[in-house]
């Protein structure tokens, strides 16, 4: 959701210290001389609090190999027009599963909350677990929220519409866990599960015909397998490698899914390469296609956190979707950074619809801070067809 705040794998939503010589002990007595002479000073605990708070995030991108888990909280106020002011707390970990294994990459996990003056509210999970020697696998994720949001219908035509924005309520529950198995260097396969709860309510007056007479409330229960190559050199800021993955799933009506029957082909491609000092060129192309009665919610949609950013979230969706992203990302100076990029999409009821007239532009600019070793803090704005929009997230896009 343009404006929301989300760590992912989410779909608008930054202190240093000089560092003490050996030599410097004389100066270091002085100063504790100072601070105890200061000790009755009223001010004091406030100067203790902001100190702390000052070396936290002045230390909290310094590598860390000793210790199992790595964690840290970062705030994130933020504004847009769709969701208004508010804020999100997101709270990472990295952690390895054996330390004696330099090589190992480290699992990583956030959970965040968001909150805005405009009833948006999102709470969730998500991670990458690396048991030892790399055998397993497990990616899951959890997200819970309700907001006031808009709808145009299904298909490009009816979205591309401004006269067709209505306003409802959307209540959503997502819950995927993906299992896998290594069956030859970095290549994995295995189970995928996923749960899927969506309601739509308090639709504005008149409004229902947008929804074609599908169901507003869908329960949602997924199976299928995952194959996964993966040769990045780290999962949340990769700067070299390959990713590929592909998912396909089933929703039938025997476990109890209603008048929903439909099938999911999921794939993405993704590959980083060092271009200079400091700079990385990463590409994306990603496709997800329906096959069968696919329910309103569970459609492909254009925009999220991680692609077409500044998108309204779901304000084109169809059965198939196809759509791809390159980014520059340029570190400046210590823990800054920036990127551009530049993406497009499309979307139709079937692949042979697609028309080039129909493809839908993005480009952008971000701004990255770097808040642990390798987890990019990362601001984000999205041109659009539509104008755009900001996005505040940790972890880069893909």
Not at 79 to 90: D, E, N, P, W
Not at 123 to 149: A, Q
Not at 214 to 228: E, Y
Not at 341 to 352: G, R
Request: glycine share 8%.
């Amino acid at each position: 959701m343009t404006g929301s705040m989300a760590l992912m794998p989410l779909h608008a939503h930054d202190l240093g210290e000089k560092p003490c010589l050996a030599t410097d002990s004389i100066a270091r007595q002085a100063d504790c001389d100072s601070v105890a002479s200061l000790a009755t000073d009223s001010t004091q605990p406030r100067r203790g609090v902001m100190k702390r708070l000052y070396d936290y995030f002045r230390n909290s991108n310094k590598p860390k190999p000793q210790k199992r888990i790595d964690f840290g909280v970062l705030p994130g106020p933020h504004y847009s027009a769709t969701t208004g002011l508010g804020l999100g707390i997101m709270a990472t970990a990295t952690y390895s599963t054996d330390r004696l294994d330099k090589a190992l990459p480290r699992s990583n996990a956030s959970v965040f909350t968001d909150m805005t003056t405009k009833g948006f509210f999102l709470v969730g999970v998500l991670g990458n677990h690396i048991w030892p020697k790399e055998r397993y696998r497990l990616d899951y994720k959890l997200t819970l929220s309700t907001f006031s949001t808009q709808f145009w219908g299904i298909g490009y035509e009816m979205a591309d519409v401004d006269a067709n924005e209505t306003n409802y309520r959307r209540n959503r529950v997502n819950a995927m866990a993906r299992f896998m198995f290594r069956i030859a260097p970095k290549t994995y396969f295995g189970p995928l599960i996923n749960y899927r709860y969506m309601q739509a309510k308090d639709i504005a007056a008149g409004r229902e015909h947008l929804w074609q007479g599908q169901a507003l409330r869908i329960n949602a229960k997924t199976v299928g397998v995952s194959f996964t190559y993966d040769s990045r050199d780290y999962m949340t800021n990769a700067s070299r490698g390959l990713f590929m993955q592909i998912d396909q799933t089933f929703t039938p009506r025997f476990l109890a899914n209603g008048r929903n029957n439909f099938s999911t082909t999921e794939a993405t491609l993704a590959k980083y390469i060092k271009v200079w000092k400091g700079g990385v060129l990463a590409g994306e192309l990603h496709g997800q296609f329906n096959y069968g009665h696919t329910p309103w919610a569970l459609l492909s949609e254009v925009g999220s956190n991680n692609r077409m950013r500044g998108y309204y979230e779901g304000r084109y969706r169809d059965k198939q979707l196809v759509e791809g992203q390159v980014e520059l990302r340029q570190n400046i100076r210590k823990r800054h950074g920036v990127a551009l990029w530049v993406a497009a999409a499309n979307v139709a009821p079937k692949v042979s619809e697609m028309a080039f007239r129909k493809t839908l532009p993005n480009a952008g600019i971000g701004y990255r801070w770097e808040f642990k070793h390798k987890v990019n803090v990362r601001i984000d704005y999205g041109f659009t067809r539509h104008g755009g929009g900001f996005i505040f997230c940790v972890n880069e896009a893909f």
